[in-house]
């Protein structure tokens, strides 16, 4: 089961390294003691670029979401889907589900341990937590990686949300940490005035811009920002 643990403090020189083994838990929480907030994230298939602005992995309609279930019983620590599936062994791990659709104790939200490998086929989902109360009816789940496994830039059309800002160039597939909270230097899309609200840019990757319009939240601005430069924003993310 999930247990509780408490927030990492960690070295401000801690945030410039990159490692290829994982040293704590994928979204694991530290803190600087100067008020910024960093989240530890594995890296995607390119290497982070300090200042840009990252977001979790894409949203896999296909393979992720709105799968059949077999009806678990409560306390089962693993699910079996009915629908079908393409997976990579463990692909999930780390991961969330959520009983999306049932008669009843729809919504329980459980961390994922592990799956079975699955091409087009049914897969078993290894729980961490086990299933709180048996759903009935005919059950359905959503699932997603880790928020902060395989991390990408933030694209102009968002398939998923903000998780921070990179302040280190961490090779692709490497882990190490990325900012959540506090003042942290971005690149702007579009002129920034100095106190104002920020969000996702939909006009430049990576980028954040004066908030409008339906784009992610993510901080406002320490001081004015010229178009296509980097400044200081107060990340508000965590």
Not at 27 to 41: E, I, K, L, P, S
Not at 132 to 153: E, F, H, L, R, W
């Amino acid at each position: 089961m999930s247990a509780l643990k408490a927030n990492i403090v960690i070295d401000p020189q801690d945030v410039f390294s990159a490692s290829s083994t994982a040293g704590t838990d994928i979204g694991a929480f530290a803190t600087t003691g100067d008020g910024r907030y960093f989240r530890y994230a594995l890296v995607g298939a390119t290497a982070t670029v300090p200042g840009k602005l990252y977001q979790a992995s894409a949203e896999d309609t296909s393979n992720f979401q709105d799968k059949t279930v077999t009806a678990p019983a409560a306390g089962a620590t693993s699910i079996v889907t009915t629908s079908t599936t393409t997976l990579a062994a463990n692909q999930l791990q780390g991961g969330f589900l959520t009983i999306s659709s049932a008669s009843t104790n729809a919504g329980q939200t459980l961390k994922i341990r592990g799956n079975t490998a699955a091409t087009a086929a049914v897969a078993t989902i290894y729980l961490e937590d086990p299933v709180i109360s048996a759903p009935t009816g005919t059950v359905k789940v959503d699932m997603i990686q880790n928020p902060y496994a395989g991390i990408i830039v933030n694209p102009t059309t968002a398939s998923s949300s903000p998780v921070g800002v990179a302040v280190y160039p961490i090779t692709a597939a490497y882990y190490g940490w990325v900012q959540t909270h506090g003042p942290v230097s971005c690149l702007a899309d579009g002129a920034v005035t100095v106190g104002t609200s920020l969000c996702a840019s939909n006009g430049t990757a990576g980028a954040v811009e004066p908030l409008a319009g339906v784009q992610a939240p993510v901080g406002y601005a320490l001081t004015g920002i010229a178009t296509t430069e980097y400044g200081f924003i107060f990340l508000t993310i965590d």
